[in-house]
């Protein structure tokens, strides 16, 4: 329930925004830019997402185009918008680029992130998830497995409600 009125606020503040300013200018953007990690503003992690969700499926539909459709390259890939959040609003992760010290946390009401699966590669391979997070120190994409032993290692001294 709380996911569901977190995405109507997403929706109808991305309408908002859309009144006030050009949504082509972020959808140029989202494809100008020289790397995917300065498509970052900070502290917009929502507004990042979107923007690198939005140049990984026209990448995908442009190399379905110059591949005449066929099902090659990465057209297996899957992208998940994840929101990361509690009913505190209180999430601890490490290795954040807000955090002031590398070993302390930082403390998200919030966050976003993109999350990449591939169904198969060409040999029929599974492939591994991955994470997209443009405000973590860790590598980009991180493996999941990864991402979560490092973002969300055990947090002894943090109190227990969060």
Not at 22 to 39: G, K, V, W
Not at 104 to 112: A, G, L
Not at 120 to 140: H, I, Q, W, Y
Not at 143 to 157: C, G, N
Request: aromatic share 8%.
């Amino acid at each position: 329930r709380q996911l569901k009125l977190l995405l109507r606020k997403v929706i109808k503040d991305s309408e908002t925004m859309n009144k006030k300013t050009d949504t082509n200018s972020a959808a140029s953007t989202a494809l100008s830019c020289s790397s995917e990690r300065s498509l970052r503003n900070p502290c917009y992690c929502e507004e990042n997402v979107w923007r690198l969700a939005y140049r990984k499926v026209h990448e995908q539909d442009i190399n379905n185009h110059h591949n005449d459709g066929n099902n090659n390259n990465n057209n297996n890939e899957e992208y998940h918008v994840v929101f990361i959040s509690n009913e505190e609003k209180c999430c601890p992760m490490f290795q954040q680029l807000a955090a002031e010290n590398e070993a302390k946390p930082c403390f998200w009401d919030y966050h976003v992130i993109l999350i990449c699966t591939m169904n198969n590669n060409k040999e029929g391979k599974m492939m591994p998830t991955v994470v997209l997070d443009m405000d973590s120190r860790a590598p980009f994409p991180c493996l999941l497995q990864d991402y979560l032993l490092s973002s969300f290692r055990k947090l002894e001294f943090i109190e227990e409600e969060y």
